[in-house]
């Protein structure tokens, strides 16, 4: 394309633009606004402001936080009550008369209390003696005699302990004495040759023979005897090498281990000796039974094995005792040197302890014996006006009597609250209360009763509580709405708002700016290049406004409350934008003129 072409280009468009928008003056209109608010919205991005983190503080400083909770309720009827005593007895003396004012705990009747006095008396002396006891036993005096007694006492135990040793192996060496007599007696009972006319046989044999053709079961009375007494043998052999080989100087465990092998060896050839006998025994009768020639041989061992017996019954005995003497001599001595260890360290310790229980139990029989007697005594619970009285003087009265009539002077508010705000009623708690029937009346009163059992209404738990007036008010009636604003806590210290304190887990913490940033207690806050620094805290009582750091934080120190994202300080870009906006929308003679 040459020069003059080019320059006719230009011409060619603006003449296409003008005649369309001659010919399309609307559509024109529209294309051009579109076109220029494009543009707008492009450069006003490229030049917007970018939003900051703004900070909205507070400073930790010293106050007091007031928790409190706002209830409803009505004020109650007055209260009336039937007086009566906690005891049976005779009415001794009635102390007031109908129409006359009481106050709280005032005597009211006295029953006969004579035996209640008695007990209390008894129960006194005995406190007495109990206080006495246990200054015996905390006493010094008494601390160096216990020691000395305790020491003398594992002495004692000692010497004793060693005695029943050296005893006991005495005994288990004539054991083993008698182990060996009886062992060959019942050999040669066994095995000698003496039966007459049978000087060729063992006597096991040679008498067995001279019945068998009687009685058929004497092999198995011979048999028994025989195993009894090998076994026998062989228990007797292993203990007595055990035997031989424990000197008189072994300790303690080694001779109750001796004592048992001893004990199991006796054991064994007393069983031995008893079937060795009931051998001979059965013979015996046999020649009874048929009339054979008497034996005198079998005569003299049956008198040889019913000594033996005897000898064995009274060695396992002594192999018993013996083992248990040394076990009751080391349990006697361990508890010798346990006392004298307790009573080293100062009293002994079972005997103070059992001194204490005692003063404590007789303290208590005092106080359980005075109960009684104020029981005696009917007072008032409440103060109030005696409306009647009941009773006279020598009356029998009973838990199951009036003695009079009290209503209450006092007013009260009957209030319910759920299981959160129970858990922080307590009694004692001062409130405020206003009545929606007198708008211009305010009493203060006390919470003086909590329910401990609350009521469940569709799984809703409520308990019952009771605010008693400070000072009566004649214009407050029974059965008006009140609200009652309880204070259930005043802390002073550290205070921060509350909106400061966050939570991570289990902990608490606020953010705190170390160098404060001015201009930050005041929306919209103040930006800061360094961010503020998490500090966990331990937090105390808190209101709906503010709440108290116990422990983490310094007074003057620079918290958190808010944080804002807003604009930074306008460009001179944004401010050219500003003032184009202002302009292009203003004017609006570009747009005339392609329409015109």
Do not use: C
């Amino acid at each position: 394309m040459d020069a003059a072409s080019l320059s006719r280009v230009p011409k060619s468009v603006y003449t296409v633009v003008r005649d369309f928008a001659r010919a399309h003056r609307f559509w024109s209109v529209i294309i051009a606004i579109v076109a220029l608010y494009g543009g707008y919205e492009a450069y006003a991005t490229l030049t917007a402001t970018p939003l900051q983190t703004r900070y909205v503080t507070a400073t930790v400083a010293t106050g007091t936080v007031v928790a409190a909770m706002t209830e409803t309720g009505q004020v109650s009827a007055s209260q009336q009550l039937d007086l009566t005593p906690q005891v049976s007895g005779e009415v001794t003396a009635v102390y007031v008369t109908p129409g006359e004012r009481v106050r709280a705990g005032q005597a009211i009747a006295q029953l006969d209390a004579t035996s209640a006095l008695e007990a209390l008396r008894t129960a006194e002396l005995s406190l007495k003696n109990a206080e006495l006891s246990y200054e015996q036993n905390t006493a010094s005096s008494t601390l160096a005699l216990n020691l000395l007694t305790a020491q003398n006492g594992v002495t004692n135990a000692q010497t004793s302990l060693q005695k029943t040793h050296d005893a006991s192996y005495g005994t288990l060496s004539n054991v083993y004495s008698d182990l060996s007599t009886v062992q060959n007696d019942l050999y040669q009972a066994l095995y000698s040759q003496n039966v007459q006319g049978r000087a060729t046989q063992d006597n096991v044999d040679a008498l067995a023979d001279t019945v068998a053709q009687y009685d058929d079961s004497i092999g198995v009375y011979k048999n028994a005897a025989e195993t009894a007494y090998a076994a026998a043998v062989t228990a007797y052999n292993t203990a007595l090498v055990t035997y031989k080989t424990t000197a008189l100087t072994a300790d303690n465990s080694t001779l109750l281990s001796l004592a048992d092998t001893t004990y199991s060896a006796a054991q064994a050839m007393a069983e031995a000796v008893q079937n060795v006998h009931s051998f001979f025994d059965r013979i015996n009768n046999d020649y009874t039974t048929y009339n054979l020639k008497p034996n005198a041989t079998l005569t003299s061992l049956l008198s040889t094995t019913a000594a033996d017996g005897t000898t064995m019954n009274s060695d396992l005995s002594a192999a018993l005792t013996a083992k248990s003497n040394i076990v009751t001599a080391e349990q006697d001595l361990a508890q010798a040197q346990n006392t004298l260890q307790q009573t080293t360290g100062g009293a002994n310790a079972l005997t103070v302890q059992q001194a204490e229980l005692s003063l404590a139990q007789a303290q208590q029989t005092v106080s359980t014996a005075a109960q009684t007697v104020a029981d005696y005594t009917v007072t008032a619970p409440f103060s109030g006006t005696i409306a009647s009285v009941a009773v006279k003087r020598y009356d029998q009265a009973g838990s199951a009597s009036s003695i009079a009539t009290l209503v209450a002077n006092q007013q009260t508010v009957d209030i319910s609250v759920n299981e959160v705000d129970a858990a922080k009623l307590k009694v004692g708690q001062k409130a405020t209360l206003t009545f929606d029937a007198l708008p211009n009346v305010t009493v203060a009163g006390t919470v003086s009763e909590v329910d401990t059992l609350g009521t469940a209404t569709q799984g809703v738990v409520s308990y019952n509580a009771i605010i008693t007036f400070d000072t009566p008010n004649a214009s407050v009636l029974p059965g008006m709405s009140a609200t009652a604003e309880i204070v259930t806590g005043t802390e002073t210290g550290l205070m921060v708002p509350t909106s400061a304190v966050k939570t991570a887990g289990s902990q608490s913490y606020v953010e705190v700016f170390k160098t404060p940033i001015p201009g930050s207690g005041v929306l919209p806050g103040a930006p800061s290049a360094i961010p503020p620094v998490r500090t966990f805290v331990t937090t105390g009582l808190s209101d709906d406004t503010n709440t108290i750091i116990e422990r983490g934080l310094s007074a003057g120190e620079q918290v958190v409350t808010q944080t804002t994202n807003a604009a930074a300080v306008p460009s001179a870009a944004a401010n050219a934008t500003s003032r184009f906006n202002g302009g292009a929308f203003r004017g609006g003679g570009a747009f005339r003129a392609i329409g015109g």
